[in-house]
């Protein structure tokens, strides 16, 4: 079976280093290669941080979504890099727009996104945007949580929208968003920090929550619509795959280990 990572982020800078030796890597492009090469990790989509003028340059193996993180964007202004956002999209290796609303403290359905939105639908390239916790005491969750995007997903029917991180740890409001919305579809990312060393106990402690998402994952039905990402260099990659095991049952590996992205991010 082969998979694609349908959610990464790629940059050399130390953070990133120490966040890969934690998870049994090197946060290198070789590595990252051989390491997807040995797990039929066929292609990878990098959710872009920092400049927009810095992003984009990524190996032949990854795709990438231009990302309007604090680097690149104030609030949610997105006027002014409207240009620099299109001149992205026209790339073929360019395979979508994503945005981190709980860093940057706006919310995705404001008028101000029009810009990025019309593009988004102009090119027919997706809009992956952060939901769920974030990573650093500076977000702020109102912006982030899922309910939010059943909003925007309202007001811009023409656009596909991605829910990174399946709004975790808001699981019920993510579904209801998902149900609702069949222009939103979500990845499974983010959900597993490091390298696993004792799966035994990751699994007695994680029981309950893994119980509950897939049991939402099953009332939902529509893997069609689920994407497997690791969110490197967050965690292991090959504990990522069991970890995907255990919540999608075996009949749609099919599906959100490589289908959907096929489909949503144009593969």
């Known amino acids: 079976m082969k998979i694609v990572d349908a959610h990464l982020h790629f940059m050399q800078i130390r953070e990133f280093d120490q966040l890969a030796l934690e998870a049994g890597h ?6 990252l290669e051989a390491v997807y090469r040995e797990l039929g990790v066929v292609a990878g989509v990098v959710m872009g941080n920092g400049p927009l003028l810095e992003q984009g340059d990524y190996p032949p193996f990854l795709r990438y979504c231009v990302g309007l993180d604090r680097m690149a964007m104030q609030g949610s202004e997105a006027r002014g890099q409207a240009s620099q956002v299109e001149e ?9 727009v994503k945005l981190y609303p709980g860093y940057n403290y706006f919310y995705v359905w404001d008028d101000g996104l029009a810009p990025i939105y019309a593009l988004a639908e102009k090119y027919r390239k997706p809009v992956a945007i952060h939901t769920g916790l974030t990573a650093a005491g500076m977000g702020l969750l109102k912006y982030s949580h899922p309910l939010t995007l059943d909003e925007a997903a309202a007001k811009w029917p023409g656009v596909q929208f991605v829910m990174c991180h399946f709004g975790n740890p808001w699981l019920e409001d993510a579904v209801a968003v998902l149900e609702k919305n069949r222009n939103v ?15 035994a106990r990751l699994k007695r402690q994680g029981r309950a929550y893994h119980r509950m998402l897939r ?3 099953e009332y939902l039905d529509v893997y069609d619509r689920i994407m497997f990402g690791t969110d490197w260099p967050l965690a292991n990659l090959n504990d990522y795959i069991e970890l995907t095991k255990l919540l999608v049952p075996r009949g749609h590996w099919e599906d959100v280990f490589w289908r959907t992205a096929y489909r949503i991010y144009g593969l």
């Open 26 to 31: 090197e946060n290198s492009a070789g590595h």
């Open 88 to 96: 992205h999209l026209k790339k073929k290796n360019c395979v979508g």
């Open 185 to 199: 579809a979500a990845d499974l990312s983010g959900l597993l920090e490091g390298k696993v060393r004792d799966w």
């Open 215 to 217: 049991g939402w994952l």
